[in-house]
Protein backbone atom coordinates (compact mmCIF):
# COMPACT_ATOMS: atom_id res chain seq x y z
CA UNK A 1 0.00 0.00 0.00
CA UNK A 2 1.72 2.94 -1.16
CA UNK A 3 -0.86 5.77 -0.15
CA UNK A 4 -1.21 6.80 -4.44
CA UNK A 5 -4.63 6.29 -5.55
CA UNK A 6 -5.93 6.83 -9.05
CA UNK A 7 -8.83 7.25 -10.79
CA UNK A 8 -11.05 5.61 -12.59
CA UNK A 9 -9.62 2.23 -12.90
CA UNK A 10 -10.61 1.79 -16.36
CA UNK A 11 -11.76 3.94 -18.92
CA UNK A 12 -12.82 3.55 -22.85
CA UNK A 13 -12.69 6.48 -24.93
CA UNK A 14 -13.06 7.23 -28.66
CA UNK A 15 -10.64 8.76 -30.98
CA UNK A 16 -10.25 12.40 -30.82
CA UNK A 17 -11.70 12.34 -27.13
CA UNK A 18 -10.62 14.16 -24.36
CA UNK A 19 -9.73 12.40 -21.24
CA UNK A 20 -8.67 13.31 -17.52
CA UNK A 21 -7.10 11.18 -15.39
CA UNK A 22 -6.82 11.99 -12.08
CA UNK A 23 -4.31 10.46 -9.08
CA UNK A 24 -4.20 11.29 -5.42
CA UNK A 25 -0.60 11.80 -3.46
CA UNK A 26 0.56 10.78 0.31
CA UNK A 27 0.19 13.64 2.21
CA UNK A 28 3.08 16.13 2.00
CA UNK A 29 4.84 14.44 -1.52
CA UNK A 30 4.93 17.49 -3.53
CA UNK A 31 6.38 15.90 -6.73
CA UNK A 32 4.58 13.59 -8.85
CA UNK A 33 5.01 12.27 -12.06
CA UNK A 34 3.36 10.35 -14.96
CA UNK A 35 4.06 7.44 -16.42
CA UNK A 36 2.74 5.77 -20.03
CA UNK A 37 2.98 2.35 -19.77
CA UNK A 38 2.30 0.28 -23.01
CA UNK A 39 2.12 -3.33 -23.22
CA UNK A 40 4.82 -5.33 -22.80
CA UNK A 41 7.00 -2.12 -21.99
CA UNK A 42 8.76 -0.54 -19.38
CA UNK A 43 6.69 2.96 -17.94
CA UNK A 44 7.77 5.84 -19.88
CA UNK A 45 7.88 8.85 -18.13
CA UNK A 46 5.57 11.28 -19.77
CA UNK A 47 6.18 14.68 -17.19
CA UNK A 48 7.03 15.65 -13.54
CA UNK A 49 5.32 18.59 -11.36
CA UNK A 50 6.89 19.78 -8.37
CA UNK A 51 4.85 22.25 -5.96
CA UNK A 52 2.46 22.76 -8.69
CA UNK A 53 4.72 23.91 -11.75
CA UNK A 54 5.85 21.34 -14.66
CA UNK A 55 9.71 20.31 -13.82
CA UNK A 56 10.58 18.03 -16.70
CA UNK A 57 8.86 16.36 -19.79
CA UNK A 58 9.39 13.47 -21.50
CA UNK A 59 8.77 12.96 -25.70
CA UNK A 60 5.39 13.61 -25.43
CA UNK A 61 3.27 15.97 -27.83
CA UNK A 62 1.76 19.23 -25.93
CA UNK A 63 -1.91 17.14 -26.51
CA UNK A 64 -0.35 16.13 -23.32
CA UNK A 65 -0.92 18.10 -20.34
CA UNK A 66 -1.26 17.95 -16.13
CA UNK A 67 -1.91 20.17 -13.23
CA UNK A 68 -0.66 19.70 -9.63
CA UNK A 69 -3.01 20.76 -6.80
CA UNK A 70 -2.04 21.87 -3.30
CA UNK A 71 -3.93 19.54 -1.83
CA UNK A 72 -1.22 16.82 -2.92
CA UNK A 73 -3.78 15.61 -6.03
CA UNK A 74 -3.11 16.18 -9.48
CA UNK A 75 -4.38 15.65 -13.01
CA UNK A 76 -3.08 14.06 -16.50
CA UNK A 77 -5.09 15.50 -19.37
CA UNK A 78 -4.81 14.26 -23.17
CA UNK A 79 -6.17 16.20 -25.92
CA UNK A 80 -7.42 14.60 -29.39
CA UNK A 81 -6.98 10.60 -28.63
CA UNK A 82 -5.16 8.85 -30.56
CA UNK A 83 -5.33 4.56 -30.97
CA UNK A 84 -1.36 4.75 -29.83
CA UNK A 85 -3.03 6.29 -26.28
CA UNK A 86 -4.29 3.16 -25.08
CA UNK A 87 -1.74 2.10 -21.93
CA UNK A 88 -1.70 1.49 -18.47
CA UNK A 89 -1.47 5.50 -16.99
CA UNK A 90 0.58 5.48 -13.82
CA UNK A 91 0.99 8.42 -11.68
CA UNK A 92 4.07 8.41 -8.85
CA UNK A 93 4.81 11.17 -5.83
CA UNK A 94 8.28 11.50 -4.04
CA UNK A 95 8.52 13.16 -0.56
CA UNK A 96 10.48 15.65 -1.50
CA UNK A 97 12.35 17.12 -4.37
CA UNK A 98 15.33 15.05 -3.99
CA UNK A 99 17.68 12.87 -6.69
CA UNK A 100 17.53 10.32 -4.12
CA UNK A 101 13.96 10.03 -3.17
CA UNK A 102 12.24 7.23 -3.60
CA UNK A 103 8.84 7.37 -6.55
CA UNK A 104 5.62 5.33 -5.08
CA UNK A 105 3.18 4.47 -8.09
CA UNK A 106 -0.19 4.20 -7.57
CA UNK A 107 -2.65 1.13 -9.68
CA UNK A 108 -2.79 3.28 -12.16
CA UNK A 109 -5.58 3.95 -14.98
CA UNK A 110 -5.95 1.60 -18.23
CA UNK A 111 -6.94 3.68 -21.21
CA UNK A 112 -8.52 2.13 -23.95
CA UNK A 113 -8.67 4.32 -26.99
CA UNK A 114 -11.61 2.91 -29.83
CA UNK B 1 16.78 4.43 -27.67
CA UNK B 2 16.55 2.05 -25.06
CA UNK B 3 18.83 3.56 -22.50
CA UNK B 4 18.00 1.13 -19.92
CA UNK B 5 18.25 -2.36 -21.24
CA UNK B 6 16.60 -6.11 -19.94
CA UNK B 7 17.10 -8.54 -22.50
CA UNK B 8 15.56 -11.48 -20.51
CA UNK B 9 11.65 -11.19 -21.11
CA UNK B 10 11.43 -14.08 -18.63
CA UNK B 11 12.75 -16.34 -16.17
CA UNK B 12 12.05 -19.60 -13.69
CA UNK B 13 13.49 -20.44 -10.90
CA UNK B 14 12.70 -23.24 -8.57
CA UNK B 15 11.08 -22.31 -5.16
CA UNK B 16 14.31 -21.95 -2.45
CA UNK B 17 17.04 -21.55 -5.32
CA UNK B 18 18.45 -17.66 -6.67
CA UNK B 19 17.17 -15.51 -8.92
CA UNK B 20 19.22 -13.61 -11.05
CA UNK B 21 17.93 -10.75 -12.90
CA UNK B 22 19.97 -8.46 -15.02
CA UNK B 23 19.90 -4.75 -16.29
CA UNK B 24 22.06 -3.15 -18.37
CA UNK B 25 22.35 0.77 -19.22
CA UNK B 26 24.18 3.23 -21.72
CA UNK B 27 24.14 6.57 -20.61
CA UNK B 28 27.07 6.71 -18.06
CA UNK B 29 24.97 10.42 -16.46
CA UNK B 30 22.65 7.53 -14.53
CA UNK B 31 23.81 8.08 -10.89
CA UNK B 32 21.15 6.34 -9.26
CA UNK B 33 19.26 2.65 -9.84
CA UNK B 34 16.01 1.07 -8.44
CA UNK B 35 14.37 -2.00 -8.76
CA UNK B 36 10.36 -2.26 -9.13
CA UNK B 37 8.68 -5.29 -8.76
CA UNK B 38 4.78 -5.08 -10.24
CA UNK B 39 1.47 -7.55 -9.92
CA UNK B 40 -0.86 -7.63 -12.39
CA UNK B 41 -3.22 -5.00 -11.96
CA UNK B 42 -1.42 -2.88 -9.34
CA UNK B 43 1.43 0.00 -9.84
CA UNK B 44 5.26 -0.80 -9.34
CA UNK B 45 6.18 -1.18 -6.13
CA UNK B 46 10.18 -0.04 -4.72
CA UNK B 47 11.98 -3.35 -4.08
CA UNK B 48 15.59 -1.80 -3.78
CA UNK B 49 18.14 1.11 -5.06
CA UNK B 50 21.87 1.90 -5.06
CA UNK B 51 23.56 4.72 -5.84
CA UNK B 52 26.65 4.71 -8.30
CA UNK B 53 28.88 5.75 -5.34
CA UNK B 54 27.93 2.17 -3.87
CA UNK B 55 28.51 -1.89 -5.78
CA UNK B 56 25.96 -3.64 -3.11
CA UNK B 57 22.96 -2.78 -1.56
CA UNK B 58 21.43 -5.23 0.63
CA UNK B 59 17.95 -5.62 1.87
CA UNK B 60 16.87 -9.09 3.12
CA UNK B 61 16.32 -11.28 0.58
CA UNK B 62 17.43 -9.14 -1.99
CA UNK B 63 20.77 -7.41 -3.18
CA UNK B 64 21.61 -5.34 -6.11
CA UNK B 65 24.95 -4.94 -7.69
CA UNK B 66 25.96 -2.58 -9.65
CA UNK B 67 29.27 -2.99 -12.57
CA UNK B 68 29.75 1.04 -13.28
CA UNK B 69 32.53 0.03 -15.71
CA UNK B 70 30.15 -2.71 -17.17
CA UNK B 71 27.24 -0.27 -16.99
CA UNK B 72 25.35 -3.39 -15.80
CA UNK B 73 23.35 -3.92 -12.25
CA UNK B 74 21.47 -7.14 -11.15
CA UNK B 75 19.32 -8.06 -8.78
CA UNK B 76 19.73 -11.07 -6.43
CA UNK B 77 16.81 -12.74 -4.97
CA UNK B 78 17.92 -15.68 -2.59
CA UNK B 79 15.80 -17.53 -1.46
CA UNK B 80 13.21 -17.35 -4.10
CA UNK B 81 10.11 -17.54 -2.82
CA UNK B 82 6.57 -17.69 -4.56
CA UNK B 83 4.71 -14.53 -3.88
CA UNK B 84 8.08 -13.26 -6.21
CA UNK B 85 6.83 -13.98 -9.14
CA UNK B 86 6.02 -10.57 -10.70
CA UNK B 87 7.55 -8.54 -13.80
CA UNK B 88 10.73 -6.82 -12.16
CA UNK B 89 12.16 -3.61 -13.63
CA UNK B 90 15.17 -2.24 -13.70
CA UNK B 91 14.73 2.14 -13.62
CA UNK B 92 17.36 4.70 -13.85
CA UNK B 93 17.88 8.27 -12.84
CA UNK B 94 20.14 11.01 -13.44
CA UNK B 95 21.96 13.15 -11.21
CA UNK B 96 20.92 15.93 -9.18
CA UNK B 97 22.52 18.42 -11.87
CA UNK B 98 19.70 16.90 -14.21
CA UNK B 99 16.88 18.82 -12.49
CA UNK B 100 13.99 16.41 -12.15
CA UNK B 101 13.78 12.64 -11.20
CA UNK B 102 12.51 11.01 -14.14
CA UNK B 103 13.19 7.56 -13.92
CA UNK B 104 14.13 5.52 -17.12
CA UNK B 105 12.30 1.62 -17.41
CA UNK B 106 14.00 -1.25 -18.68
CA UNK B 107 11.44 -3.58 -20.21
CA UNK B 108 10.74 -5.62 -17.51
CA UNK B 109 11.14 -9.59 -16.72
CA UNK B 110 8.81 -11.64 -15.88
CA UNK B 111 9.95 -14.28 -12.99
CA UNK B 112 8.16 -17.30 -12.38
CA UNK B 113 8.99 -19.35 -8.84
CA UNK B 114 8.52 -22.70 -9.33
CA UNK B 115 6.82 -25.07 -6.24
Known amino acids: ETGVTQSPTHLIKTRGQQVTLRCSSQ?????VSWYQQALGQGPQFIFQYYREEENGRGNFPPRFSGLQFPNYSSELNVNALELDDSALYLCASSLVRGFRETQYFGPGTRLLVL | DQQVKQNSPSLSVQEGRISILNCDYTNSMFDYFLWYKKYPAEGPTFLIS?????DKNEDGRFTVFLNKSAKHLSLHIVPSQPGDSAVYFC??????????????FGTGTRLTIIP
Open chain 2, 50 to 54: ISSIK
Open chain 1, 27 to 31: SGHNT
Open chain 2, 91 to 104: AARLGPNFGNEKLT
